[in-house]
């Protein structure tokens, strides 16, 4: 039908689309993109982010419209989305774990622009 092909072509845009990001966090622009808000985001300088930094980092963000037309971020997202994020459980975010942040900030400001 004219809808499960257009579903199935809206999946395969979606995948290729999470393809070029993850590819561009991947390649050397990217990373150096990313090592450069990880710097900034990174006010204590212990080469790591605590709560506090990316918790400023998500009300950036939010205060910017990047991520669409959120009027706030709460407490208790800006802890899920850290618990989601420390993926080693070591209470503060590394290079690799804000390069994930990252990427899903890309697509969550993609899917805002729709």
Known sequence: ??????????DTMADELIEQISAFFGSDEGQEQVAEAFK???????????KSELAQVLRDLVASGAVGAVPEI?????DASFA?????????????EFTEFCK???????????
């Open 84 to 96: 989601e994020l420390d993926t080693d459980h070591s209470g503060a975010l590394s290079v690799k």
């Open 40 to 50: 900034a985001a990174d006010t204590d300088n212990p080469g790591s982010l605590q």
């Open 1 to 10: 039908t004219l809808l499960s092909n257009t579903t199935c072509k809206a």
């Open 74 to 78: 709460s407490q208790a997202e800006i």
């Open 104 to 114: 899903l900030v890309c697509l969550a400001a993609i899917a805002a622009s729709l």
